[in-house]
């Protein structure tokens, strides 16, 4: 990982070359650097940073995730990694989730492909330019997106004789 | 548990088999009569229903479908295949790979919503009589799995014969469901389930299988 003042340095120059709006800020947690990405600049910003100098140039994952109370709600990760460099980056963007929509990066990054699907799948997460944005896993008819945190669980009620009182004559 | 060994010919002195043959070639040239003719049929038929007969040829050959699920799949696979469970022994280790040549489709491990359809479309392709044990937590109830992937115990889309507990069941549970399952099959074969499940029409007929010209045109 970069230090904070790398990332500091990273960050600057992407803001050099893409303008000041690309780069919303950095983070610096446990080590780990972290540079918040506006959505629309999302395809650029990873585009410049695996053809810059010190160049990141493995896509590792894409996530998604889902920060139910703040605004905007849903956020998709990106890890980078220099293999030469032994050295990790993680951009990370939010949107929100009334429309959520992303520039695919499987031009820069073909393995993108299957990570991008899967968070479409599980946040409904949609990338523009994306060539076949399928669900991965549930299957092809399955309304809903399952890992938003506002989709219920499912499951069934299980009775113990602890929670008997919840299911009044059960026994009927 | 005490192991008592009963003769096959009801305690008499084993006969030489020289004996025996000269028997028969009497029985042949119908030179034997009276008390040795019946004593001679006596030990050799056996009279019963013929649906007994035909449950007791079910039972104990019992094709297994090949088919694994998640992870009660590796402990089936050690009690069909296994010589130290030895399947053999209750007529059921002839594993079949394909649903037209099997019977009895064993649930090994949890069953995702996107496997229930292929579930039952082996389950509508074996051929009757067929029976299905549902193997663990997971296939039974879907144990820990309370969540949108999996679906809530196999028996919302197919008649389930039998569950066996456990996760996973150890082999001399399964074992022991299987040989529940024998007993059923000896007592009542299907125990009415297609009044059950309102499953009727999904027996296959003569005339809803592909036709050969149909196939040519």
Redesign the interface.
């Given at each position: 990982m970069p230090d904070a003042t790398g990332l500091e340095l990273i960050a600057q120059a992407v803001r050099a070359e893409l303008g000041d709006e690309a780069v919303v800020g950095t983070s610096f947690f446990r080590e780990q650097a972290t540079l918040q990405v506006a959505p629309e600049r999302l395809h650029d910003v990873i585009g410049y940073l695996r053809q810059a100098d010190e160049p990141w140039d493995t896509l590792m994952s894409v996530h998604g995730c889902d920060y139910l109370p703040e605004e905007p709600r849903l956020g998709i990760h990106y890890e980078l990694l220099s293999m030469e460099r032994v050295d990790r980056l993680r951009v990370k963007t939010r949107v929100g989730v009334d429309d959520p929509r992303v520039p695919s990066v499987v031009d820069l990054f073909a393995g993108a492909n299957f990570h991008e699907r899967e968070v479409f799948d599980m946040f409904g997460v949609e990338f523009d330019g994306h060539p076949d944005l399928r669900r991965l896993?549930?299957?092809e008819d399955?309304v809903g997106y399952?890992q938003r945190r506002d989709?219920?669980?499912?499951?069934?009620p299980?009775m113990f004789t602890f929670n008997e009182h919840k299911y009044p004559r059960w026994y009927d | 548990m005490e192991v008592t060994r009963t003769p096959v010919n009801g305690g008499r002195a084993p006969q030489d088999l020289r004996v025996r043959q000269l028997r028969a070639q009497q029985m042949l040239r119908d030179e034997s009569a009276g008390k040795d003719l019946d004593e001679y049929v006596e030990e050799r038929l056996l009279f019963t229903k013929l649906e007994t007969a035909q449950n007791w040829a079910r039972k104990n050959c019992l094709f297994p479908l090949g088919f694994g699920l998640a992870c009660c799949a590796i402990e089936m696979i050690t009690v069909i295949g296994s010589p130290r469970n030895d399947l053999a022994r209750f007529g059921a280790e002839a594993i079949r790979f394909t649903p037209r040549q099997a019977d009895l489709l064993i649930l090994s491990g949890r069953v995702s919503?996107?496997m229930a359809p292929i579930i039952r479309r082996l389950y509508d392709q074996m051929l009757e009589p067929k029976w299905v044990i549902a193997m663990g937590a997971c296939s039974s109830?879907?144990g820990m799995?309370?969540?949108?992937?999996v679906v809530?115990g196999a028996d919302k889309f197919l008649p389930v014969d039998i569950y066996v507990p456990g996760c996973p069941p150890r082999p001399e549970a399964l074992i022991y469901g299987i040989m529940k399952l024998q007993d059923k099959i000896m007592g009542t074969p299907d125990m009415g389930w297609r009044e059950r499940y309102n499953a009727y029409g999904t027996e296959e007929k003569p005339e809803t299988a592909i036709a050969p010209e149909a196939e040519l045109a």
């Open positions: 896993l549930m299957p399955y399952p989709f219920p669980l499912g499951g069934e299980v | 919503i996107k109830t879907a799995f309370s969540n949108y992937a809530q």
